[in-house]
């Protein structure tokens, strides 16, 4: 009985990902990103949001996969997670599907070498798509940031 | 009825009648005998009690109800205010104002008032102590105050009444208190007048009595044949009757009512009407505009100001739609001079000058004067003085000078502290101030004023001053500064010691300008507003503490420079002034590069070597760009390899997520939609 979310579907590499639609903002076309300097090689920048100056982010950068060069597909998900305001730069997004709650699995151990405290679990679409549910907390975790940076340090 | 929704105007207008409240009521204090504002200060409580009613906050609209009583009394004449009577009433100001707080806080603005109800019925019943020889009686007031307002008009039958060998008497009625129908009583009473003559003015109005919005007593002014003590007996014949006064007026008596009606209508409530300071009633003319004369006086005072009352955030958003329709503007510009026609040209240009009037009208909104946070300070002064016997004069200039409302929101807290700190540090006991050959009453100026891109707010006291001994003395044993140091201190670096965390020069920590918060908290807030503080003093003759301001925190000038392919913004306020250098004039100063500038030397930091910037070197350069920059009387030059020019820019945070970079302190969005870094100066001079 378990209810149906709406999630928006992007792509990092050769994986598929997803973000409950309630989380996301808006998806925007790449724009100019102002670099912030002193700051960790995965936070682009800022860009101006309409009025509102906000940080990127290059997910790849972010799951410590290596960055990719900008295309025509590439895409800033602007994401709202415990009142901060981020944006997502992915490699595509141009897909809304519903999911069934039921229908996520617990994340594995390892998943295309995300850890997997960054997962929420795996949705099995149809018979061979595999959607990586993110948890966007995590993600934007900023104290595990700062004990990542030390560690390779 | 749903009443949440009109629980925010409720909130708001409350405040501000509360406001009025406490205003006026110093007004009061100031002239006593002033009855004009006796009447403000009850309409602003009968208004509040009404809505507090309304809203079914009964508390609050009993205490208001006992205050009106109270009110109704001095403003008929029968008690002589006092100041036992303007403490119970402020004390029931501050039980209103703790009350409202609390329904902001979403309270239901319940609260324990029982010893201030019973204070204001002691007073209602004539029981006010420490003054036990003007305890109001029924008959003596008439003489002594004016019991009402008449206009000229009314002012004027009266008169002639008199002239033409009539009875103009003064009646008050006092209904029983267990009456059950009083305005069926009333109305009986008012038969019975009609029957014997002609009733001139009541109070309260009669459609009030009709309405039987009134207490237990009602008065008017009555033309008959009849004498005094006949017609007190007639209307003591109605049933249900408490008391009945009359008073038989003469021409003399009522020339005073007339003064006072003069007065209010001229509205000059600071000359209080005095009886027999001005000769004849004949100045008051007869053939006065009657309309006019009868408004005037309802009008006086609280004539509401036409505003509407707008929710920052919405501003907030405005400023954000309005800073895209600029970068459009610019886009438009640039495709317009591309394309050169002439006709988008024109159109475009109209745009320009549109949007920038708007620009304008919405910085200006966000515009608050002063006033607002200033109007709270002579109450507290009043009752701080009053706590710590001593007498002062709060004068304040300058109220009308706007400042953005963030600004203003956040000063209200430091200048208390600062006010608080006057009275408390600097203004001498009236004892000591007899001693030093002052004037009993010191005097605190509160004054705010427009100086560039700043404002100042200066608290000034005609105190004792700064003692530099006792400063450093203090200073030493807290381990603030050695006593070498201390001794090679200006007066000036003494007084900002007082700025220093843990420093305080009070013996004892008094509940006043003690609270565990020291002048170091005062001093980080003004800094953290962008603003500064500073210090003057000269012993004997009193302190200065002056603050200045940002005009704005949103909007500051800022000075564009380029590093490479990047911009970054510098706070106009902390450049001292920009210039180039040649290579050879850097100097390696143990290990440091230094410049020389106007004979010392300072710190030179290269922007683009500390932010990392990729296309920019200026290793190689055979000259320098530098901006020197100003943090206190420290400098520091910042070499960029450009100047853009100077801009108004707007200050945009950088969002929750990044951490504090060192360096910068938000960002702003140029014309051609770019963020621009905001470079914080303060982190480049140690």
Known sequence: MAEDIKVIVFKLGTEEYGIEVDKVQTIERLMPITRVPKTYAFIKGVINLRGVVIPVIDLRGRFGLEEAEHTDQTRVIIVVVNEMEVGFIVDSANDVIDLNRESIDTPPEVVGGIKAKYLDGVAKIGEDRLLIMLNLSEVLNKSEIVQLESLEG | ?686
């Not at chain 2, 101030?433 to 005609?462: M, P, Y």
């Not at chain 2, 949103?554 to 590093?563: C, E, N």
Request: glycine share 6%; proline share 3%.
């Open chain 2, 1 to 686: 009825m749903d009443m949440n929704q009109y629980l925010s105007m409720f909130i708001d207008e409350s405040n501000d009648h509360l406001q009025s409240l406490n205003e006026n009521m110093m007004g009061l204090e100031a002239s006593p005998d002033d009855l004009s504002i006796v009447q403000v200060i009850f309409r602003s409580a009968h208004t509040l009690k009404g809505m507090a009613a309304t809203m079914g906050f009964e508390d609050l609209a009993s205490l208001t109800h006992q205050m009106e009583n109270v009110l109704d009394l001095v403003r008929n004449g029968k008690l002589v205010m006092q100041e036992f009577i303007f403490d119970t009433l402020f004390k029931s100001l501050d039980a209103l104002e703790a009350m409202v707080q609390d329904i902001t806080a979403g309270g239901e603005g319940k609260a324990d008032v029982s010893s201030i109800v019973a204070s204001l019925q002691a007073i209602v019943r004539g029981e006010v102590p420490s003054a036990a020889g003007d305890a109001p009686s029924a008959a003596a007031p008439i003489e002594a105050e004016t019991p009402a307002l008449l206009d000229q008009f009314q002012f004027s039958v009266l008169e002639q009444s008199i002239q033409e060998g009539n009875q103009v008497l003064f009646i008050e009625v006092s209904l029983r208190k267990d009456c059950q129908l009083r305005a069926v009583r009333a109305y009986m009473v008012f038969e019975l007048l009609e029957r014997y003559g002609e009733v001139v003015k009541t109070f309260p109005p009669v459609q009030d009595i009709e309405q039987e919005k009134f207490d237990y007593s009602f008065s008017l002014y009555y033309i008959t044949q009849k004498t005094a003590e006949e017609m007190q007996a007639l209307i003591m014949g109605v049933s249900e009757i408490d008391k009945v006064t009359s008073l038989a007026l003469d021409v003399e008596s009522l020339s005073q009512l007339g003064q006072a009606a003069v007065a209010a209508t001229a509205e000059a409530p600071a000359t209080e009407p005095k009886r027999g300071d001005t000769p004849a009633p004949q100045a008051t003319p007869a053939a006065a505009p009657k309309e006019e004369a009868k408004k005037a006086p309802a009008k006086s005072g609280g004539a509401p100001s036409r505003t509407i009352r707008v929710d920052i955030d919405r501003l907030d958003v405005l400023m954000n739609l309005l800073s895209e329709l600029l970068i459009d503007r610019v886009r438009l510009e640039q495709l317009a001079s591309d394309i050169q026609s002439t006709e988008l040209t024109e159109t475009v240009e109209h745009m320009s000058r549109v949007s920038g009037d708007l620009q304008d009208i919405v910085m200006k909104l966000r515009m608050v004067p002063v006033d607002t946070v200033f109007n709270r300070f002579p109450r507290m002064i009043r009752d701080l003085a009053k706590s710590l016997d001593k007498k002062v004069d709060l004068i304040i200039t300058g109220a009308e000078t706007e400042l953005d409302r963030t600004v203003v929101d956040e000063i209200g807290d430091p200048l208390v502290h600062l006010l608080r700190n006057a009275l408390d540090h600097g203004v001498e006991s009236v004892s000591d101030r007899i001693a030093a050959g002052k004037s009993e009453t010191g005097t605190i100026h509160l004054r705010a004023f427009h100086s560039g891109n700043h404002v100042f707010i200066e608290i000034q006291d005609d105190g004792a001053g700064i003692s530099r001994e006792k400063v450093l003395k203090s200073a030493i044993k807290k381990g603030i500064v050695t006593a070498e140091q201390a001794a090679a201190m200006t007066d000036n670096e003494a007084h900002q010691l007082l700025f220093a965390a843990g420093f305080s020069t009070a013996e004892v920590i008094s509940d006043i300008s003690g609270r565990g918060v020291g002048l170091d908290v005062v001093k980080a807030k003004i800094s953290s507003l962008g603003g500064n503080v500073t210090i003057y003093s000269t012993p004997g003759k009193g302190t200065n503490f002056s603050v200045q301001l940002p005009l704005t925190l949103s909007i500051i000038a800022a000075m564009l420079i380029r590093l490479g392919s990047e911009k970054y913004a510098i706070p106009l306020s902390s450049i001292v002034e920009t210039g180039i250098v040649n290579r050879s004039q850097i100097r390696s100063v143990h290990g440091a590069k230094m410049v020389e500038f106007r004979g010392s030397h300072i710190p030179v930091v290269s922007l683009g070597a500390i932010f990392d910037v990729a296309d920019y070197d200026e290793s190689e350069e055979e000259e320098t760009e530098i901006v020197v920059i100003r943090k206190g009387d420290k400098l520091a030059a910042l070499t960029v390899q450009d100047f853009i020019g100077q801009n108004e820019i707007v200050i945009k945070n950088l969002g929750k997520y990044l951490p504090e970079i060192q360096g910068i302190s938000g960002g702003t969005i140029l014309g051609d939609g770019q963020v621009a870094l905001i470079i914080d100066p303060n982190a480049f001079i140690k």
